[in-house]
C-alpha cells in the first residue's frame, strides 16, 4: 500500500481550499449579527456579484432599521419645519480594497412616520437589501462598515459593525440583481 507524505497531502489540501474559493466567488460572506439582550435583532452579510456590493439585511421580528436616506426624507417632508427627531440612519463605508463607482440603491423603505408628533421616518423589516456599483482598489479583503439603528417599538440598539469580503476576481457572469425592485438613495441637498 503506498501512503501519501504530509507534504502531499497538504498541497492536495491547499489545492482544494483555493479551488473552492475560487469555484464560490461572489458567494455571501457570513452573516455579522446584532444582539440585544443576547437575541440577534439584525444581522447583516455581503458579496460580491460582478462589479456590484450586494449587503443582505434580515431583521428578526418586530425590528427595524432606517433607510440611507432617512435624514433627506424627513427634510423634505418637514419643508424647513423643526422636527423632534430623525432617527439614526444606515451608514455604508467601504475601506481597504473597494471604491464607490455608482449611486447606493436599497430596498423601498416603509414611512414609519408619526406627522401629528412631526417625528418623520423611513425604515426596513424583514428581508432588504443595499446594492452598488463597485471598483475594486486592492487584493486579498475588503473592510464594509457599516453604522445605523436597530429598533422595537420599546428599545433602540446602535449598531456599528464590520464585513469583511474577499476580493475574488470579478465573475462574468451578470448580476441576478433586480433593479425594478430597488430605489436609488437620495442625495443630501
Avoid at 170 to 188: A, G, Y
Amino acid at each position: 500500500m503506498i501512503r501519501p507524505s504530509r507534504r502531499t497531502v497538504m498541497k492536495a489540501m491547499i489545492v482544494l481550499v483555493a479551488g473552492t474559493s475560487a469555484i464560490h466567488a461572489g458567494d455571501w460572506t457570513d452573516p455579522v449579527e446584532v444582539r440585544h439582550d443576547l437575541k440577534r435583532c439584525v444581522s447583516y452579510r455581503a458579496r460580491l456579484k460582478a462589479q456590484f456590493l450586494v449587503i443582505e439585511v434580515t431583521h428578526e421580528p418586530g425590528w427595524h432599521t432606517y433607510a440611507m436616506d432617512n435624514k433627506q426624507r424627513a427634510q423634505q417632508k418637514l419643508a424647513g419645519k423643526r422636527a423632534l427627531g430623525i432617527e439614526r440612519p444606515t451608514e455604508i463605508t467601504l475601506t481597504e480594497g473597494l471604491e464607490l463607482a455608482g449611486p447606493w440603491y436599497q430596498s423601498p423603505p416603509k414611512d414609519l412616520s408619526r406627522p401629528e408628533l412631526r417625528w418623520f421616518s423611513w425604515g426596513f423589516e424583514g428581508q432588504v437589501l443595499f446594492v452598488a456599483r463597485v471598483r475594486r482598489s486592492g487584493t486579498g479583503r475588503a473592510r464594509i462598515a457599516i453604522r445605523g439603528q436597530a429598533c422595537t417599538e420599546a428599545t433602540c440598539k446602535n449598531i456599528d459593525l464590520a464585513i469583511s469580503v474577499p476580493l475574488v476576481d470579478p465573475d462574468t457572469d451578470p448580476p441576478d440583481i433586480n433593479f425594478e425592485t430597488l430605489v436609488q438613495v437620495r442625495q443630501r441637498q
